[in-house]
């Protein structure tokens, strides 16, 4: 699941009532008030922004090194599937057919990784954090107001257009490290990487999935299809790359995100409330770029901050998040 932040979010649902255990709504649930849970909830918050906004640093030193994109989507699958294989039994979501089977699995899957990791070749990992977490709930919005009649109100509002201008910003820069002149072929990668996420929210939402349904199903589906395509056809390097690259990217790609990064999510929900936990996870873009400056010499420039701070802000409110609402 690159899973990212604002997918979290709109599964934000279902996954605090598997950590619950009830029925209630996200707002129902009280966060744990014991010192200790308050601590573990704020640790479990700031290791999930971390790992969300890793995933990007990590997925970009990985295409800069000896594997291929498509290395990287083989290990992502086969390590994901071998982790979640106890568990499919239970949580394989039966009531889709095979289609609605299909499309959920494609939408965080083979093609839109092919898109992410397509982008970051021409991009900084600043932009990427910045416009794929930036885009994603306009893209969610417009797909909803089409297709599920869902409705802003007027803090969203305000917020999507704080990210539009956030991310014009981005797409305008080309003084950061690592933005080329042909950034923007990455630039239109990531908004239709964007896309479709979005499809895929509406899709969950729609076919009532479950955080753990989805944590199932993407990775089986992709490596029962890409596997043998990966395999027979497809560049590979994973030959000539050294264990350490193939580790890291096997480890981070097929349990950071969408296992780790989840669990220490819901944990951070039922500790320390919804509000607390959406500040901390619109952290993502501003930290995978803070990440990349000593991982990769990747440094913003001051026209990409203030993209990223417009961003960032847009996207608290898209979340939910006010000052001065109860926690």
């Known amino acids: 699941m690159p899973v990212n932040v604002q997918l979290i979010f709109c599964l934000i649902k279902d996954t605090t009532q598997i950590v619950a255990g009830s029925n209630s709504g996200l707002q129902e649930i009280p966060p744990m008030s014991a010192p200790d849970s308050l601590f573990i909830g704020w640790l479990a918050a700031f290791g999930a922004v971390a790992v969300w906004s890793g995933w990007i640093v990590v997925s970009r030193l990985g295409i800069i090194q000896t594997l291929t994109i498509y290395d990287i989507m083989a290990l992502r699958f086969f390590v994901a599937a071998v982790a979640i294989a106890p568990f499919l039994w239970r949580y394989w979501p039966r009531h889709l057919r095979w289609w609605q089977t299909v499309l959920i699995s494609l939408g965080q899957g083979a093609p839109y990784l092919a898109l992410a990791f397509g982008g970051l070749h021409f991009a900084p990992a600043s932009h990427a954090g910045t416009m794929m ?86 990775p089986t589906v992709n490596l029962v299809w890409f596997g043998p395509i990966y395999l027979a056809y497809l560049p590979k390097a994973i030959g000539e790359a050294p264990w350490t690259e193939i580790i890291l990217q096997g480890a981070y790609q097929g349990l950071g995100p969408g296992l780790f990064g989840l669990l220490w999510f819901a944990t951070a929900i039922r500790s320390i409330g919804a509000s607390p936990t959406a500040a901390v996870m619109a952290m993502a873009p501003g930290m995978a770029a803070l990440l990349a400056i000593p991982i990769l010499g990747e440094w913003p420039s001051e026209f990409a901050w203030t993209g990223l701070i417009l961003t960032t802000g847009g996207i608290l409110l898209t979340a939910g998040w006010q000052l001065g609402q109860p926690r």
Request: aromatic share 10%; hydrophobic share 60%.
């Open 133 to 218: 977490n930036g885009t994603l709930p306009i893209f969610a919005f417009l797909l909803g107001w089409l297709f599920l009649n869902d409705r802003p109100d007027r803090w969203r509002g305000v917020g999507m257009l704080a990210i539009l201008i956030g991310c014009g910003l981005i797409g305008w820069d080309r003084e950061s490290a690592g933005a080329e002149p042909d950034a923007w072929i990455g630039h239109l990668m990531f908004l239709a990487a964007a896309l479709l996420v979005a499809a895929n929210l509406i899709g969950t939402k729609a076919w009532q999935l479950t955080g753990l349904q989805m944590m199932v199903l993407i």
